[in-house]
């Protein structure tokens, strides 16, 4: 990437030097908007917060670990706002073979999962259950019923599946692929736990994120968790959907076959309307969430926080970006003083 790349914009690049980059308001620009802004690449989450505290920094914005969320809370000088993102947690299925074949099966899976205790858990309340990939307020969006914590109907749904406990008490084993962030460690072992609790072993397998992605991507998994990051265009569903979107040609990777599906996401691509396009995506997300090709779990959260000796207000964009800086709101200290812009991590 040039370090001088030229400018229609709000802002300008000044300099980039050892992992600072320094903006600088144009003509472009709101007129409240900071005059200055720069970027500090701090790669640690923790060495992140604990430069927020010391007023090392003014603004940090994402890769907030929840276990970071009450030491910034309880920061007198902090402010710690978070709102529902773009981004659908989920967890993948091979379809392709048994047991993940059965409906059934991925049904009682998803069953057995407390989505509430993994939030209040894991993650400090923060994310929102979610069911699909679009939220319902999208204009292709739509509400969906969520499937129950019931691990008695779970244990049920396996019995008539044909996977009774055997004498050691498991019904069958399937490998849980995840990458080596501590989080999704975090959260494939209290899945394991919960999916133990109905007879089902899940191994474990965490690759480096090179060689799990990897395996990901070619369809050589039994189940495995992961994240769609900042969807807009329900073509998504085409991506991940449609029978000819098999890797390596597209994100089917759980291998969904159903011809009606097909000829509905074709039929959107060329539909005259927007509302007819809409209702085509919606009966798409409908028979996707029927099928269970995804276990889905919740919408990640867009997590900043700032110091309100610093900035006065903010609220971070739902795709995580920075446009909001635009509309920031410096402390009344800072909006006089001349040229300073904030400082984020």
Known sequence: MPRHPPSCGPYRMISWNNGVIRLAKTGNAPRTAPEAIVFRVVPDPTTRALKLARGELDLIQGDIPAHLVPFLRRRARIRLVARPSLTFAYIGLNLRKPPLSDRRVRQALAMAIDRKALIEGLFGGLPVPAETILPPEHWAGVELPPYPFDPDAAERLLDEAGYPRRPDGVRFTITYRTSTNAERIWLAQAIQAMW??????????????????????????????????????????????????????????????????????????????????????????????????????????????????????????????????????????????????????
Do not use: C
């Open 196 to 345: 133990r609790r109905i007879g089902v072993r899940a191994k474990i397998e965490s690759l480096e994120w090179g060689a799990f992605y990897a395996r990901i991507k070619r369809g050589d998994f039994d189940v495995f968790s992961l994240a769609w990051v900042g969807v807009r265009d329900p073509e998504i569903y085409r991506w991940i959907l449609h029978s000819q979107m098999t890797p390596p040609r597209g994100a089917n990777r759980g291998g969904f076959r159903d011809p009606e599906v097909d000829r509905w996401l074709d039929a959107a691509r060329s539909a005259p309307t927007l509302s007819a396009r809409a209702a085509l995506y919606r009966r798409v997300a409908r028979r996707m969430h029927e099928a269970l090709v995804y276990i889905p779990l919740w919408r990640e959260p867009v997590i900043a926080a700032y110091r309100t000796d610093r900035i006065r207000r903010y609220r971070p964009s739902a795709d995580g970006g920075f446009w909001h800086v635009l509309s920031l709101e410096a402390a009344p200290s800072q909006a006089s003083a001349s040229g300073q812009g904030p400082g984020s991590g």
